[in-house]
């Protein structure tokens, strides 16, 4: 009888195979994008996953996020996926962490990894695993996905240039579309995620990934391979870590698309949501709802998600600069 692998071992070797298991990855946004990557890396038998998400399940995610269903909804998308996983290969090991990633955090939560696969939709965070990369060594593939394109790009400074040798600094915020702006189609996200595994399998075997940033316009029948920059930029060559070295404690910001707010704090917390509940449901006099790592609960107009990491979504009309003191006034930070 053929075993799980018997099929890829055929392509890859029986050595390049087995060194899979030894393998621990870090997979860092559990969207679109991370919903494609990790299933491929499972499946192949990558030794160990870190599956790292801040956020939960929406209904707005399953037009194109693979991993989750209806069943899912409210759900945080690390937990919900390390269990599709689990169910799609049981012999591996899988880590979720419902965590912001900030230059608090970002050393220890991307620590000892062979790879940084990026199912990010941010800027922010891609710029703080380049300086992870920077700092450790540690290969990553940059990959995005907006309307019908995408691109894929396996770094690895010093052996090859960063993110910052081609983008200095993030663009800033209304720079880019974003799925809410320009939307997203889902086959034009499973393209990329699945080219972004394959370059992650390339790299966990041994075997060279590619070194042009390769961009896919699938709607419109374009495709480029960019060379990479000649010249390497002084963060790659000076080991500058910008981003990790920053510091601020606490950020309000309206949510993309949506009526609400998201508070994030750095570094991130350990609240005690049991406290917190007592003093919400005296605050409110109504009934909060601990699940896990999370409480939710209203305040007025308002559903409020506290994360025992700190981190807090609003949803409905507060503002931002109303959300800072309501969140001052309720966790004490």
């Known amino acids: 009888m053929l075993d799980r692998y018997s099929k890829q071992r055929i392509f890859l ?11 621990r990855v870090a997979v ?4 679109a994008l991370g919903s ?16 790292i998400d801040r956020d939960l399940v929406e209904a707005s995610n399953l037009q194109r996020q693979l991993l989750y269903d209806e069943s899912d909804l ?34 220890e939560l991307l620590a000892d990894f062979d790879l940084i696969c990026d199912g990010t939709d941010n800027f922010e965070a891609r710029f703080l695993i380049n300086d992870v990369a920077i700092l450790t060594g540690t290969p990553w593939i940059y990959a995005g996905a907006i309307g019908g394109e995408g691109v894929v790009w396996p770094l690895n400074p010093p052996r090859t240039p960063c993110l910052r040798c081609l983008l200095e600094e993030p663009p800033a915020g209304g720079d880019v579309d974003t799925c809410d702006s320009a939307g997203v189609l889902g086959p034009a996200v499973g393209a990329i995620g699945s080219w972004a595994a394959l370059e992650a399998l390339k790299v966990l075997t041994g075997k060279q990934p590619h070194t ?5 316009d699938f709607w419109n029948d374009e495709r480029q391979f960019l060379n990479p920059p000649r010249t390497r ?23 993309c698309g949506l009526e609400g707010v998201q508070i994030r704090v750095n570094p991130p917390g350990r609240l005690d949501l049991a406290a917190l509940k007592d003093r919400l449901e005296t605050r409110t006099r109504s009934p909060w709802r601990q699940a896990g790592m999370m409480l939710k609960g209203r305040e ?7 994360f025992a990491d700190g981190r807090a979504l609003i949803h409905g009309p507060m ?15």
Not at 13 to 23: M, P, V, Y
């Open 13 to 23: 070797g029986r050595a390049a195979d087995e060194a899979l298991r030894s393998k």
């Open 28 to 31: 860092l946004g559990l969207g």
């Open 36 to 51: 494609v990557i990790a299933p491929w890396l499972a499946r192949a038998g990558v030794g160990h996953l870190t599956l």
């Open 74 to 107: 409210g759900g945080a998308k690390a937990e919900v996926a390390a269990k599709r996983l689990a169910e799609a290969n049981s012999s591996i090991q899988l880590n979720a962490v419902v965590a912001d990633l900030t230059s608090g955090n970002a050393r």
């Open 212 to 216: 042009d940033l390769v961009r896919f």
């Open 233 to 255: 930029c002084r963060f790659c060559t000076e080991r500058i870590t910008e981003f990790l070295d920053a510091r601020w404690s606490l950020r309000a910001s309206a949510l």
């Open 300 to 306: 007025g107009a308002d559903e409020i998600t506290l």
């Open 319 to 333: 503002t931002p600069e109303r959300a800072r003191g309501w969140y001052t006034e309720v966790v004490g930070c």
